[in-house]
């Protein structure tokens, strides 16, 4: 219950609208009951009144208009108490996934590496949504219910107490026992639904992915039939959750049945008695019939609760996991020099390290490249500069300035990446430059086109730079790709220069175009580039070679 606490105080900023909706919501159920009873009573009464020849003393105008006014009431109520109740939900959606977002920031470069893409977009979309049942199927009906059946109680306990313990007690038992033991037998396989359709999800977003591979390995029988089989067995635990849903519903009706009957006999013994009328008898069994309409969702509702709370659990771990990186409070402005130190720094992802006791000095200008085999850390070198993880020991230092003291944004905002995975978005050429710059002015595209060796090519599109490039690029090829993203590299024009295999994949034309506009580009800027392709060394003063985590000067 402790993460379904934590979310309920993200309510706080709106607890008028879910006040709102609580009170809409009793309102429209007192209405229901209400509306139900005197109906009852007014049938009743009217014919008695006839058969004892009362019938022109009889007030028919108040209760036909009281009538009237619970059965609008209870309309304009229930279409409020929907209004106020979704919008009280959504809202808190919205705070909820303004929060979750906030929350994944400091994740973004290190920490979320660590998890896969389909699992962060259940979390994203499916999880949150589940916590709409936290207000709207879960906090509002149970504070109705436990108002409702005290006031039903009451009311009935003023026309006959035993009537009233029993209808309350067997109220109780609808609103409680039963709704307990169904969430004690379907809390497993409320947990499992939230797990196989994360699970799901995944699959699908994987097999969308890698398509062309599967079926190029002929491995889509395989994985698809795993993906039906795990859809099979979400629509089965989803079937069992379904029949103690209907099963919670018929025990819940049983016990209206029981209280009916049991009201029936009492109220026979109260009359027989003289102590309860014939319209007396009319009200209290009607109050009792309608009252179980308050506790009729419960079942359902508790169900829902071992859902709701794995969801919960899910998102809040995500959204509360440690950063990789620390952020410093009182961050330190920016040097004046863009001096490069690495001093004794060592980094491991596990307990062996990836990086040992290394030290490098690069003043500003310097231009350097790193080879060695795949997994001896070069990139980690550069996953350190930008800060996706902080060194475990030693300092790395910008001008005479730790990096981890500086203010994380501005560090980045003096560091341009490329590598041979430069994310393009699902938006136009002109939207993907403008991630580097937002304010950039049409000499200042036209320039980075020209640069990036773009011009060409846009010119030939029928939309130009306004041209759609689909999810990730896919309606471009990959040179083209590389080339918007150095054209985004010169829009930034940092004064730090991080490059990652940056002509991995490209053809002969297209490799010697990227690297004659770096070399341009790169004259009077710091430079670090990981390759292992010879061709690109043209553009540094100094190689290295990384070996176990340690650097050794070639030239």
Not at 98 to 127: C, K, N, Y
Not at 209 to 238: C, H, K, V, W
Not at 284 to 304: G, K, R
Not at 427 to 449: F, G, H, P, S
Request: charged share 15%.
């Amino acid at each position: 219950m402790n993460d379904l606490t934590f979310f309920l105080r993200l309510f706080k900023p709106h607890r008028l609208w879910l006040a709102g909706g609580i009170v809409l919501a009793l309102l429209t159920a007192f209405a229901a009951v209400a509306l139900l009873t005197l109906s009852g009573w007014f049938i009743s009464a009217s014919a008695i009144a006839g058969l004892g020849g009362d019938i022109l003393l009889f007030n028919f105008m108040l209760p036909a208009a009281q009538i009237r006014a619970l059965a609008i009431s209870r309309t304009l109520g229930r279409y409020g108490e929907r209004l106020v109740t979704h919008e009280a939900t959504f809202r808190v959606l919205t705070e909820i996934r303004v929060w979750f977002f906030a929350q994944l920031i400091p994740l973004g470069l290190g920490r979320l590496s660590e998890s896969r893409s389909g699992d962060l977009l259940t979390r994203m979309t499916a999880d949150i949504d589940a916590l709409d049942a936290l207000y709207l199927r879960l906090l509002a009906p149970m504070v109705v219910a436990a108002l409702g059946v005290t006031a039903v109680t009451v009311f009935l306990y003023h026309y006959d107490p035993f009537i009233g313990v029993s209808t309350g007690v067997l109220l109780i038992i609808a609103a409680v026992a039963i709704p307990w033991l169904f969430n004690k037998l379907g809390t497993d396989g409320a947990e499992n639904v939230v797990t196989l359709a994360a699970s799901l999800r995944l699959r699908q977003l994987e097999m969308l992915q890698g398509m062309t591979d599967l079926l190029a390995n002929q491995a889509y029988p395989r994985f698809s039939e795993a993906f039906a089989n795990n859809s099979e067995r979400l629509i089965d635990t989803e079937a069992d959750n379904n029949r103690l849903t209907a099963l919670s519903s018929a025990l819940t009706l049983l016990l209206s049945q029981l209280a009916l009957l049991l009201a029936l006999i009492l109220v026979a013994l109260g009359y027989q008695d003289g102590v309860l009328s014939g319209a007396d008898i009319a009200i209290v069994v009607f109050c009792v019939l309608a009252a179980f309409e308050l506790v009729q969702p419960l079942p359902q509702t508790i169900q829902m609760l071992g859902k709701t709370q794995a969801a919960a659990q899910r998102v809040r771990h995500l959204a509360t996991l440690t950063p990789t990186i620390a952020i410093t409070d009182s961050p330190h402005t920016l040097p004046e020099h863009y001096d490069l130190h690495f001093h004794e720094v060592s980094f491991g992802y596990s307990e062996q390290l990836v990086l040992k006791n290394l030290n490098l000095n690069l003043p500003h200008g310097a231009k350097i490249a790193i080879i060695g085999a795949s997994g001896s850390g070069k990139t980690t070198l550069l996953h350190l500069l930008t800060r996706h993880y902080d060194p475990q020991h030693g300092d790395i230092l910008l001008g005479n300035v730790a990096i981890n003291q500086l203010n994380h944004d501005e560090l980045l905002s003096r560091i341009g990446v490329l590598s041979q995975r430069s994310q393009l978005f699902a938006a136009t050429i002109k939207d993907n430059l403008l991630i580097a710059k937002r304010d950039a002015t049409q000499n200042e595209l036209n320039a980075a086109v020209k640069f990036a060796g773009l011009t060409q090519f846009i010119g030939r599109l029928p939309d130009g730079i306004n041209t759609w490039v689909g999810e990730s690029g896919a309606k471009i090829s990959g040179g083209e790709a590389r080339r918007i993203a150095l054209a985004r590299l010169h829009l930034k024009n940092p004064p730090i220069l991080l490059l990652d295999e940056p002509t991995e994949g490209l053809d002969a034309d297209t490799e010697r175009d990227v690297l004659t506009a770096l070399a341009s580009f790169a004259q009077h800027k710091t430079l670090v580039m990981v390759t292992h392709r010879p061709v690109d060394l043209e553009l540094v003063d100094s190689v290295y070679r990384m070996e176990q985590g340690v650097l050794h000067l070639l030239n």
